[in-house]
């Protein structure tokens, strides 16, 4: 008669051969649920800056006035002019004026408060301020 926790099969004279834990158990696998949580926030954040792009696609141009006014889909619109002045829509514009009218959409107003800015990146900002006070310092050769 085997014993418990043995294999059955055994062959005379030899010694029992203990079995394997995962032949008697079975490993029951347990996924990391951590990264798929992080793979569904970076879904949904993808998922909101595609529709950032598509509210900041123009829709509609229109040449009015001196002025070209590009209209978006999130129904804001930006007027611009060239060498002489423009009016469209009640706004006076002098040359070569650019003037951007706020959408009302209030989904892409809180999208645009959750992820964007007007201001450029940091990096940028320091690099411009270099260059603008390495100009400044720069040796004027004189021959």
Same mark, same amino acid.
């Given at each position: 008669?085997?014993e418990?926790?043995f294999c059955?099969p055994?062959?005379?004279g030899?010694t029992?051969?203990?079995?394997?834990?995962?032949?008697d158990?079975?490993?029951t696998?347990?996924?990391?649920?951590?990264?798929?949580?992080?793979?569904?926030?970076i879904n949904?954040?993808s998922?909101?800056?595609?529709?950032l792009?598509?509210?900041e696609?123009?829709?509609?141009?229109l040449?009015?006035?001196?002025?070209l006014?590009?209209? %978006?889909n999130h129904?804001?619109?930006?007027?611009?002019?060239?060498d002489?002045?423009?009016?469209?829509?009640? %706004?006076?514009?002098g040359?070569?004026?650019?003037?951007?009218?706020?959408?009302?959409?209030e989904?892409?107003?809180?999208?645009?408060?959750?992820?964007?800015?007007?201001?450029?990146?940091?990096?940028?900002?320091?690099?411009?301020?270099?260059?603008?006070?390495s100009?400044?310092?720069?040796?004027?050769?004189k021959y």
């Open positions: 008669m085997a418990q926790g059955k055994q062959v005379a030899s029992p051969v203990p079995s394997s834990i995962f032949l158990n079975p490993p696998i347990s996924y990391n649920t951590t990264m798929g949580q992080y793979t569904d926030k949904r954040i998922e909101d800056f595609y529709k792009e598509e509210y696609r123009v829709n509609c141009l040449g009015q006035n001196g002025c006014v590009l209209t %978006h129904g804001g619109y930006t007027i611009t002019t060239s002489r002045p423009g009016e469209y829509n009640s %706004h006076k514009l040359p070569n004026e650019k003037l951007y009218i706020e959408s009302t959409n989904d892409y107003l809180k999208l645009k408060q959750l992820y964007g800015s007007n201001r450029r990146p940091l990096l940028t900002q320091l690099y411009d301020k270099w260059q603008q006070l100009s400044r310092f720069k040796k004027v050769d």
